[in-house]
T-cell receptor
Framework: DAKTTQPNSMESNEEEPVHLPCNHS???????IHWYRQLPSQGPEYVIH???SNVNNRMASLAIAEDRKSSTLILHRATLRDAAVYYC?????????????FGQGTELSVKP | NAGVMQNPRHLVRRRGQEARLRCSPM?????VYWYRQLPEEGLKFMVY????????ESGMPKERFSAEFPKEGPSILRIQQVVRGDSAAYFC????????????????FGPGTRLTVL
């Protein structure tokens, strides 16, 4: 799986938008971009994924650069519950194994 | 629809004992993954199973670790003769993955089993 690069940590204020960046300069044309997060003392949970177009769901938005070498996870209004480690993961279209390869992620802290 | 269930949530073993970790996937999911998170480290893939088959065990330590997902019942991760270095959080995930769509599927994680080896 292609490598991703994320900042180790970020801070946000409650009720403000948060933009979490991810670089993936070696992405291939068939790699999907997935985001998971892990709240303290919990298992990871799926957030969102996309291929080329920007995506929105109830949790977040995913903005994908035109050249696909980077993406940004957007939390529109951070809450204290959003404090977690966020992982950006690339998944090959034809990866029959299906395993997720987690990097170090970005630890997001949210201040009241 | 109940989520992925893991038990026990906390397990304490002495060195040399066996640890058995159980994972019940979400209803309708026939694909199970195990991951390990060592203290202060990231999540690492261990093994991927379908019912009665091991599909990918490339992340499993060569000795003392085994996994199964029988036709009936939960998936089991078994660690024989535990050592202190096995102390970690073990997470199970399940998916309804259909072959060829791994890139689009979602994995649903359980709450984890925290193993402490004394």
């Amino acid at each position: 799986d292609a490598k991703t690069t994320q900042p180790n940590s970020m801070e946000s204020n409650e009720e403000e938008p948060v933009h979490l960046p991810c670089n993936h300069s070696t992405i291939s044309g068939t790699d999907y971009i997935h985001w998971y997060r892990q709240l303290p003392s919990q298992g990871p949970e799926y957030v969102i994924h996309g291929l080329t177009s920007n995506v929105n769901n109830r949790m977040a938005s995913l903005a994908i650069a035109e050249d696909r070498k980077s993406s940004t996870l957007i939390l529109h209004r951070a809450t204290l519950r959003d404090a977690a480690v966020y992982y950006c993961i690339l998944r090959e279209l034809y990866n029959q194994g299906g395993k997720l390869i987690f990097g170090q992620g970005t630890e997001l802290s949210v201040k009241p | 629809n109940a989520g992925v269930m893991q038990n026990p949530r906390h397990l304490v073993r002495r060195r040399g004992q066996e640890a058995r970790l159980r994972c019940s996937p979400m209803k309708g999911h026939s694909h199970v993954y195990w991951y390990r998170q060592l203290p202060e480290e990231g999540l690492k893939f261990m093994v991927y199973l379908q019912k009665e088959n091991i599909i990918d065990e490339s992340g499993m330590p060569k000795e003392r670790f085994s996994a199964e997902f029988p036709k009936e019942g939960p998936s089991i991760l078994r660690i024989q003769q535990v050592v202190r270095g096995d102390s970690a959080a073990y997470f199970c995930a399940s998916s309804p993955l259909a072959t060829g769509t791994a890139a689009r599927d979602t994995q649903y994680f359980g709450p984890g089993t925290r193993l402490t080896v004394l």
